[in-house]
């Protein structure tokens, strides 16, 4: 086995232990809410410490429940990780034919082929 396999197999299995870890240790037994996100958490310390607080703003759209809101979220996670990976599949290919390209001059001019400016049309 390749030394580039056993790394990327080495980081799959980190990234397994680190999603399976909090759930097989219970590590969200204790409150009402399991591993909810940092916004709810954020909303009940800030009720706790100041119960007249008023937000500046209410949201723009309000999901009906919570497994459309987690739904929504997964889906902008899977279209940024799609624009991103989409971004690096640019920059791979883009430098792998870098050296093919610079190899090639793009000035190569026959004597057939003269340049037609915009005045001569």
Do not use: C
């Amino acid at each position: 086995m390749k030394r580039s396999t056993k790394i990327n197999l080495l980081i799959v299995l980190v990234v397994v232990l680190l999603a399976a870890l909090p759930v097989v240790f219970g590590m969200g037994d204790h409150k009402d809410d399991p591993f909810t996100g940092a916004d709810s958490q954020a909303e009940t310390a800030i009720t706790e410490n100041d119960p007249g607080y008023e937000p500046w703003f209410s949201p723009l759209y309000e999901p009906p429940s919570d497994e459309i809101e987690s739904g929504l979220f997964a889906l902008q996670a899977a279209l940024g990780a799609g624009v991103v990976g989409y971004m690096f599949g640019v920059v791979r290919t883009r430098r792998r034919l870098a050296p093919e390209a610079a190899d090639t001059p793009d000035d190569e001019a026959t004597a057939d082929e003269t340049p037609v400016s915009a005045a001569g049309r």
